[in-house]
């Protein structure tokens, strides 16, 4: 109520502008969605409805996911109200899924975050969606309005346009959503290495995002089907760590339950069929407890650039005005084999998440900031506070990090004065 009043009041101060009609106003002074912390999604339960859901959302919560899609046992409204019912329990976020409710019917309550409409839409639907997104957002202000993208491996027929990029630029131009999202499951086969294509995905997610000032998350894989193998903890910490250097405010496993279909003989979710845990489970527990960990400060970054530093490139030029002169490593290290994302905090300071783009070796390069060590600080991965970059060799000369395979570390450093010192 209170939005519609100033709407009717904009209306009136603005007078006689013709630019807008009322209703536009009225719509764009609802409140929008608003992601207060990290993503870190749970999709496809594949549960039923049954005694044992509560005992399986306190395992997702135990796992630290902080989301959970979707639907859970069936489609139902009743299921769905069970759904947000469990999430707030356990201290988790809803996006729900009901198939053929009426808007005005969905359920709300403080763990909805809002509602898949559509996964992989073909360009055709993006019209008829902008219509349901925009009745959403007067049905049920503040709450998401849900749309999951094609990756950009989809062929032009799968998209309706003639290149990736047009796809999501129309996708934006027409519907207007809160979060932009997609779907990419990199190949890690020594004879089909896929990941400069996730990082081209990425990249394209980060550039509309910016563009139109809305968090961006993405689907990885975390299980084997069709061509791809069952992913180990290192790939599955580069595929989180990867869009995290690019941006991203939010990660979603695919899958945390094991669907009985065709695509999945296997099995390999994050749990099994029965409900029995995978390795997967203990994986995904200890990596999105250093997510989580990471989450508050994530959330304050605006991405101003990403870097790849080959192993046949040179770092000081790769980086040259990022907070990082230079990185060296000792001869019995591997080459460099970097990405490195550069980022702005809300209050003005810079960050660097140096990530080890390598999935089967660590890494320890030594690193130049461009200001003293002793104003490098870290965002600790065990408490999430800032403290003291700690140099992992101090009897070697300058400052030496580690990075697990696959992994990453955040650093903050100060703002730069206004003559660039």
Not at 279 to 301: C, D, E, F, S
Not at 359 to 372: K, L, S
Not at 381 to 400: A, C, F, H, N, R
Request: overall charge neutral; glycine content about 8%.
């Amino acid at each position: 109520m209170r939005s519609r009043v100033a709407g009717v009041l904009l209306i009136i101060v603005m007078g006689p502008f013709p630019c807008l009609a009322a209703e536009e106003i009225v719509v764009r002074d609802l409140p929008r969605f608003h992601q207060d912390r990290f993503a870190i999604g749970a999709f496809w339960l594949t549960f039923q409805d049954d005694k044992l859901l509560d005992q399986r959302f306190r395992e997702i919560a135990e796992a630290n996911f902080t989301l959970v899609f979707g639907p859970v046992g069936a489609s139902s409204l009743e299921s769905a109200e069970k759904h947000v019912e469990l999430c707030q329990k356990h201290q988790l976020k809803a996006i729900v899924y009901c198939r053929g409710v009426p808007s005005e019917s969905l359920p709300v309550g403080d763990a909805c975050w809002g509602y898949r409409l559509w996964d992989e839409p073909n360009a055709k639907m993006f019209a008829g969606l902008g219509k349901q997104v925009a009745e959403l957002r007067q049905l049920r202000p503040g709450r998401l309005g849900y749309i999951n993208l094609y990756p950009n491996y989809a062929n032009a027929t799968q998209l309706g346009a003639d290149s990736y990029d047009a796809y999501v630029r129309r996708f934006l131009e027409t519907v207007d959503v809160d979060v932009l999202c997609m779907d990419h499951y990199p190949i890690f086969k020594p004879s089909g290495d896929s990941r400069e294509r996730y990082c081209k995905n990425l990249a394209t997610m980060r550039k509309y995002a910016l563009e139109k000032r809305i968090p961006f998350w993405n689907y990885f894989n975390v299980m084997p089907f069709g061509p791809h193998t069952d992913p180990t903890e290192s790939q599955i910490r580069w595929q989180i760590f990867t869009s995290l250097a690019y941006g991203a405010k939010g990660v979603i496993y695919f899958n945390y339950g094991t669907p009985k279909t065709f695509e999945f003989p296997k099995g390999g979710g994050i749990v099994r069929r029965d409900g029995t845990r995978t390795r997967h489970w203990y994986q995904a527990k200890r990596i999105n407890a250093v997510i989580k960990n990471l989450g508050p400060t994530l959330m304050q970054l605006e991405n101003i650039g990403v870097y790849r530093v080959k192993p046949d490139g040179d770092p000081g030029v790769v980086l040259k005005g990022t907070p990082i002169v230079t990185m060296t490593r000792a001869e019995v290290d591997p080459p460099h084999d970097y990405l490195v994302g550069v980022f702005r905090l809300v209050d003005g300071r810079r960050a660097v998440l140096v990530t080890n783009y390598r999935f089967a070796y660590t890494a320890w390069p030594t690193v130049e900031f461009d200001v003293p060590i002793d104003q490098v600080h870290e965002i600790s991965q065990q408490t999430g506070e800032t403290v003291p970059v700690y140099d992992d060799s101090p009897d070697m000369d300058g400052l030496q990090i580690s990075l697990d395979a696959g992994g990453g570390r955040l650093f903050v450093l100060p703002a730069l004065s206004k003559n660039g010192d």
